[in-house]
């Protein structure tokens, strides 16, 4: 089955607008933590931000913020005021605490638009 | 910070030729490392999970005895491609961690291979 769930392929967006990427997961582990990366066509991975499961209040990292809602298994990433250079593939991955593995969603390209 | 290394950076080689891929933690000693896959468009695949002086732990589907793990030390690892053929092009990516729940993985910049 599978954990991560990122449903929008690709998004356009405004510059200097906000942009929610948006990232539903499932585990039956209680404790977790969850990922943003952003890879652009270079293809390094960035890490943005992360935000464990017991974390009460969602992380926040310069211009991202992770908005959890962890009865609604969700794990969306807002970025404010966007800039050209934000353009990238986002993807949203999770860690079960039981092991070290990070599983990956597909992603979402975003196109930031001048 | 913490920074993961990846050499080479990209590799041509022809079919039936083995590729030796090397990952190094170079600021900080990493307990794990993982090897990812990455085909065009797509995500990330974990292959293996690698811990230094031990046995790499392969995902579901990944040949062991096509892409061979050594994890020499807490500083290096290496992803060795055997017998290469076209379809083992991909962009391959290390990742390390230094540990602990709360820790991220740092990730190398990838390698780039191209099997003719």
């Known amino acids: 089955a599978q954990k991560i769930t990122q449903t929008q392929p690709g998004m356009f967006v405004q510059e200097k607008e906000a942009v929610t990427l948006d990232c539903t997961y499932d585990?039956?582990?209680?404790?977790?933590?969850l990922f943003w990366y952003k890879q652009p066509s270079s293809g390094e991975m960035i890490f943005l931000i992360y935000?464990?499961?017991?974390?009460?209040q969602n992380a926040t990292e310069g211009r991202y913020s992770l908005n959890f809602q962890k009865a609604r298994k969700s794990a969306n990433l807002v970025i404010s005021a966007s800039q050209l250079g934000d353009s990238a593939m986002y993807f949203c991955?999770?860690?079960?605490?039981?092991?070290?593995?990070?599983?990956f969603g597909k992603g979402t390209r975003l196109h930031i638009l001048p | 910070g913490a920074v993961v290394s990846q050499h080479p950076s990209w590799v041509i080689c022809k079919s039936g030729t083995s590729v030796k891929i090397e990952c190094r933690s170079l600021d900080f000693q990493a307990t794990t490392m993982f090897w990812y896959r990455q085909f065009p468009k797509q995500s990330l695949m974990l292959m293996a999970t690698s811990n230094e002086g031990s046995k790499a732990t392969y995902e579901q589907g990944v040949e062991k005895d096509k892409f061979l793990i050594n994890h020499a030390s807490l500083t290096l690892s290496t992803l060795t491609v055997t017998s290469a053929h076209p379809e083992d092009s991909s962009f391959y990516i290390c990742s390390a961690t230094k540990g602990g729940a709360q820790e991220t993985q740092y990730f190398g910049p990838g390698t780039r291979l191209l099997v003719l």
């Open positions: 991955a999770m860690r079960e605490d039981r092991d070290d593995k990070i599983i």
């Open positions: 585990t039956s582990d209680p404790s977790y933590g």
């Open positions: 935000q464990g499961s017991y974390d009460q």
